[in-house]
């Protein structure tokens, strides 16, 4: 959102600059979480196979790990219900624990013929400002295809970043947790200290 205000306020201050602050800002992107115990090439190969389902490739390139795709129009009768989508998808791996994760940007474009709005070679795609430029739900379904293709869902930050106490009790002490909350650890029996 701040982004989009300050795009607006460019091209107010500064008329014909809307194309290139696009560069300057970019559009933003959906970050996956981690995969340990994946190969980047493994989520590369997964990334491929879930965009290229629903999207035609038109550049894929290995050795940055960096797709992207054909636009993939949906026209409409109606004035400005016609849209594109086109998705840039990268296989990014952390600096500091090496872990491969996704980035996904679906671009987005509406159509804004009012002549002939179900002609393909007449349409006139403009970006959708009232999401961003973005299509943010089809970016985490994107996420959500690769993590199916990879067998596994993505796990949380919470479970990446666990404290041993906590996950690592017994059955017993699980138990006698959820019966008798945090208090000490869990530990004791049914009315001890209670009266005191």
């Not at 340990?36 to 590369?44: A, F, I, R, S, T």
């Not at 009768?77 to 016609?82: I, N, T």
């Amino acid at each position: 959102m701040r982004k989009a205000l300050w795009l607006m306020i460019l091209q107010i201050l500064l008329p014909g600059c809307l194309p290139s602050c696009f560069e300057i800002f970019g559009k933003g992107s959906t970050e996956s979480h981690p995969y340990p115990g994946m190969p980047p090439e493994e989520v590369w190969e997964a990334l491929q196979r879930a965009v290229n389902d629903y999207y035609d490739i038109r550049l894929a390139d290995d050795e940055e790990m960096y797709l992207e795709s054909e636009w993939n129009e949906h026209l409409a009768p109606m004035y400005k219900s016609g849209r594109r989508l086109r998705v840039r998808a990268w296989v990014r791996v952390h600096e500091e624990t090496g872990l491969p994760y996704l980035e996904v940007t679906v671009d987005r474009e509406i159509n804004t013929n009012m002549e002939r709005p179900l002609e393909s070679s007449e349409a006139d795609w403009e970006t959708d400002w009232d999401v961003d430029g973005r299509d943010e739900a089809r970016e985490h379904r994107i996420i959500w295809l690769v993590n199916l293709r990879l067998k596994e869902i993505a796990p949380s930050k919470k479970i990446l970043e666990q404290r041993p106490s906590e996950y690592s009790m017994t059955p017993e002490e699980k138990r006698n947790r959820n019966l008798w909350g945090e208090a000490e650890g869990g530990k004791g029996k049914p009315g001890e200290g209670l009266w005191e």
